[in-house]
T-cell receptor, first 113, second 111 residues
Framework: GAGVSQSPRYKVAKRGQDVALRCDPI?????LFWYQQALGQGPEFLTY????????KSGLPSDRFFAERPEGSVSTLKIQRTQQEDSAVYLC???????????FGPGTRLTVT | KQEVTQIPAALSVPEGENLVLNCSFT??????LQWFRQDPGKGLTSLLL?????REQTSGRLNASLDKSSGRSTLYIAASQPGDSATYLC??????????FGGGTRLMVKP
């Protein structure tokens, strides 16, 4: 079936703008993860959902970052009042259940000018 | 807090060479370890997943080993090809549910 999809693939925002990044996980996957990848580094965990419940948001760098998955499928990562340090690739991953193999989407490259 | 380190950070080899990428982690209480490939501007492609009870996994020219007690994993690539050029990432899955990634090894295979 279809893999994990993310939109938009590229986003340019002016400093101070709000952005919303979308993730469509693999159908039937219970667990959904968001990661942030800075240039030249490995991805870092942001937050984790099991169905619609956000079970871990310990990686969110500030209260400007907010994620939701209201119906247990599509998820949105929202960043308010973007700053230059928010520039990164935002990766979404899903797995059948927690602890199983994670499958990644192509990412959204956010550039804040 | 789990920390994952990958050595070397970059590697350049001639085509046909066998090579080993190293990954170490600080907390041995892991559920599994995954090796990923990332091409420039792309997402992550899972190569191999090793459960904590396993010692190794093989897929084609790739072989990954896991020594949980010493906190080490290696990815062996046989008969490297230019198409293998990419960044290779290892990630451990522990009780925190998320994956903790290393910084990656950037591999260049020259024709």
């Amino acid at each position: 079936g279809a893999g994990v999809s993310q939109s938009p693939r590229y986003k340019v925002a002016k400093r101070g703008q709000d952005v919303a990044l979308r993730c469509d996980p693999i159908s039937g996957h219970v667990s959904l993860f968001w990661y942030q990848q800075a240039l030249g580094q490995g991805p870092e965990f942001l937050t984790y959902f099991q169905n619609e419940a956000q079970l871990d948001k310990s990686g969110l760098p500030s209260d400007r970052f907010f994620a939701e998955r209201p119906e247990g499928s599509v998820s949105t990562l929202k960043i308010q009042r973007t700053q230059q340090e928010d520039s990164a690739v935002y990766l979404c991953a899903s797995s059948l259940v927690s602890g199983y193999e994670q499958y990644f989407g192509p990412g959204t490259r956010l550039t804040v000018t | 807090k789990q920390e994952v380190t990958q050595i070397p950070a970059a590697l350049s080899v001639p085509e046909g060479e066998n090579l080993v990428l190293n990954c170490s982690f600080t907390d041995s209480a892991i559920y599994n370890l995954q090796w990923f490939r990332q091409d420039p501007g792309k997402g992550l492609t899972s190569l191999l997943l090793i459960q904590s009870s396993q010692r190794e996994q093989t897929s084609g020219r790739l072989n990954a080993s896991l020594d949980k007690s010493s906190g080490r994993s290696t990815l062996y690539i046989a008969a490297s090809q230019p198409g293998d050029s990419a960044t290779y990432l290892c990630a451990v899955h522990d009780a925190g549910n998320m994956l903790t990634f290393g910084g990656g090894t950037r591999l260049m295979v020259k024709p």
